[in-house]
């Protein structure tokens, strides 16, 4: 330490009476202008634009969009459930002590996640060239048109195929466990698919919710492929519409606002599912969230 | 000690990981009440021992049994046959474990970790259940903190819940895997004291530390292992006074510096 010449004047220590002044962030306020301004342009197109609104909204509730809609939130309820069952049970398979049932989950997921979702949905629809007739020989029997219905087709295509990737992301939510907590529950005495049940996999869905949550919002539009096999969701309602009135553009903005509505009351409830299975990792979380919001 | 059917009878076990050997023949005897305390350096196998017996590892050679019962196989003649998942769960219940890293469920509160086993494993009425938990939450000192989750516990707070966990299964014999190696030096006093209360109780225990002063004070008998063999046992005072072998004294030596 020794004093320096240059400095006339001690520094003042005492900032207690400065008053500290606001940044200004002129970025923010230029980025929000040119961002009103390409919206402004966007909205004005629309509204110049040969867009029949009246249509949009005349159509909006209508019958058949609103069956449509239920159609689609129909299919993406049952395809998830199949589609988590199976993976589930795929998952549980796949890190099995039995070989057999390893190797089936093995081949289960390489076949549903090798080949294209379209084609395995047309598979399905078109099951009944290769079996005219399905049932137990002698007992009973159904032909195969009258089962495989468009709905059905769909359900097992999106459900069977869900239920590959899904079985991934549970078998990576699984390994995310500490082995820890599986010697624990062995120690008092639980079996391994009651250490799974209890322990395991509650834990595993804090790690399993967030794609599953992603993936039904995918599933929500995945729907709209069914439309190939004749299975009337929203979008084929609203094509079926427009190929007789001619309101094209006005149909498919019906259907993509339908869509919109549905995704984001999903992720609201997603929200509401991560927070519950993060429960015992809430203290660190929330220490986590406001860390990243300063 | 003597006289009484011994609790706990293993002869000769043998553990292979790969080419490292764990456990090379392993004997040893435990009577009810009785407090064993097993030292040794790290990777001696007193770990391994300990899994082996609530058959988290699986035995290469040798054999356990609990209260007469023949651990992991069910004799028929001159065969063994493996037993089932089932009733490796069943006999599991006959022993309580503490590990080193607490392995409370995360996912539940205290109480919930206490009352799992009993509910879930044992179907005890949940009332009776709820009852015996907040005791021995009491009992461990933390009936305050039977609403909090694992994360919001200190180390020796989640050892004590884990110590009331294995205790709810109304265990014959308690597995102590280092229980106080994962703490912060302040806290490991309360998780002896727990320990030493328990072993005033009756419990029989074993207990494998690196904690000589509990093995002295505690300790009804010491066994000293290293490179998976018993090396040396005794009463505390024989083995950490007065051991007999070198390599006893150089632990000793080392772990009292």
């Known amino acids: 330490m020794q004093p320096t010449v240059s400095q006339s004047a001690a520094p003042d220590y005492d900032i207690g009476k400065l008053s500290i002044v606001k940044p200004r962030h002129y970025g923010r306020w230029l980025a929000a202008a040119a961002i009103l301004a390409i919206l402004l342009f966007i909205v004005k197109a629309f509204a110049d634009g040969q867009i029949a609104w009246r249509v949009v909204g005349q159509f909006f509730t209508a019958p058949a969009i609103l069956s449509g809609l239920v159609n689609t939130i129909a299919m993406t309820v049952c395809a998830m459930a199949l589609g988590i069952t199976l993976g589930v049970i795929f998952a549980v398979m796949a890190m099995s002590p039995n070989p057999v049932l390893r190797g089936t989950a093995v081949l289960y997921i390489w076949f549903f996640r090798g080949t294209p979702l379209i084609l395995q949905l047309l598979l399905w629809f078109n099951l009944a060239l290769v079996f005219p007739r399905i049932g137990i020989p002698d007992v009973f029997s159904i032909r195969t048109v009258e089962l495989i219905t468009p709905f059905v087709a769909t359900l097992l295509g999106l459900g069977i195929n869900q239920g590959a990737y899904t079985a991934e992301v549970v078998r990576s939510g699984i390994l995310s466990v500490d082995s820890g907590q599986t010697e624990a529950a062995s120690a008092i005495g639980m079996t391994r698919l009651t250490a799974l049940r209890r322990i395991v996999m509650p834990q595993a869905m804090r790690v399993i919710i967030p794609p599953v949550g992603n993936e039904v919002i995918s599933m929500v539009k995945l729907t709209s492929i069914a439309s190939v096999i004749q299975y009337s969701e929203i979008l084929r309602n609203a094509q079926t519409i427009y190929y007789a009135n001619n309101y094209v553009i006005e149909l498919l903005f019906v259907a993509a606002i339908w869509y919109l509505a549905v995704v984001t009351v999903l992720s609201i409830g997603q929200h509401f599912l991560e927070r519950h299975f993060g429960r015992g990792q809430r203290k660190t979380a929330s220490a986590q969230k406001t860390g990243a919001l300063t | ?257």
């Open chain 2, 1 to 257: 000690m003597t006289g009484a059917a011994p609790m706990l009878v293993a002869r000769n076990l043998t553990k292979q990981f790969g080419s490292f050997t764990a456990l090379q023949d392993v004997s040893l005897d435990i009577s009810p009440g009785e407090v064993l305390c097993i030292i040794g350096p790290s990777g001696s196998g007193k770990s391994t021992f300990l899994r082996c017996l609530n058959q988290l590892e699986r035995l290469d050679g040798g054999a356990v049994w609990i209260d007469g019962e023949l651990i992991g196989y069910r004799r028929v003649g001159d065969k063994l046959h493996p037993l089932s998942d089932a009733e490796v769960a069943r006999q599991r219940l006959a022993t309580g474990m503490v590990f080193q890293r607490f392995n409370l469920f995360q996912h539940m509160t205290a109480l919930q970790n206490i009352v799992e086993g009993p509910i879930t494993v044992q179907k005890r009425p949940r009332a009776e259940v709820m009852a015996e938990a907040l005791a021995l939450l009491d009992r461990v000192g933390l009936a305050d903190k039977r609403d909090a989750y694992p994360a919001q516990l200190s180390g020796g707070q989640q050892q004590r819940v884990a110590i009331a966990r294995a205790l709810a299964m109304k265990p014959k014999l308690m597995l102590f895997d280092e229980p106080t190696s994962a703490l912060d030096p302040e806290l490991v006093g309360e998780v002896l004291a727990v320990m030493r209360g328990l072993a005033g109780s009756g419990m029989t225990m074993i207990v494998v530390t690196h904690e000589l002063g509990f093995a002295r004070e505690v300790g009804h008998r010491v066994v000293f292992m290293d490179r998976g063999a018993v090396v040396e046992a005794g009463s505390p005072q024989q083995i950490l006074s007065n051991p007999q072998q070198a390599r006893t004294r150089d632990f000793i030596t080392a772990v009292l510096n």
